[in-house]
């Protein structure tokens, strides 16, 4: 059977709690961050979605609406259709010119 056991309080502020918190936590975040980038598929980039309009794409690619349209229908970029009208992952646009 164990020993007894010892209890130690010790007083500290809202302040000084939340200090120790968040340095436990960037603590867990880097280690996560780590595993990532040194994970199955090599330095992985996390980027989140940023879906854009039909217009939008053309603008930014400084191409015409009928360029992106002919490049949805034969395959070059994934659109998704809502309402009526297309819009895209410019992420997932520019991550698949560049391979």
């Known amino acids: ?13 809202p ?13 867990k975040f880097a280690r996560i961050e780590k595993l990532i980038k040194e994970g199955p ?6 980027q989140r979605q940023e879906w854009i309009s039909q217009s939008q794409l053309a603008d930014r ?8 349209s002919k490049w949805r229908k034969t395959g070059v970029i994934k659109g998704c259709l809502i ?4 819009f895209f992952d410019f992420n997932e646009v520019i991550r698949s010119h560049i391979r």
């Open 41 to 46: 598929y090599g330095s992985a980039v996390i």
């Open 61 to 68: 690619l400084k191409v015409t609406r009928q360029t992106i």
């Open 83 to 86: 309402g009526g009208s297309w």
């Open 15 to 27: 302040s000084e709690f939340d200090q120790i918190l968040e340095t436990k936590l960037d603590v």
């Open 1 to 13: 059977m164990p020993g007894p056991v010892k209890i130690i309080t010790i007083t500290i502020t």
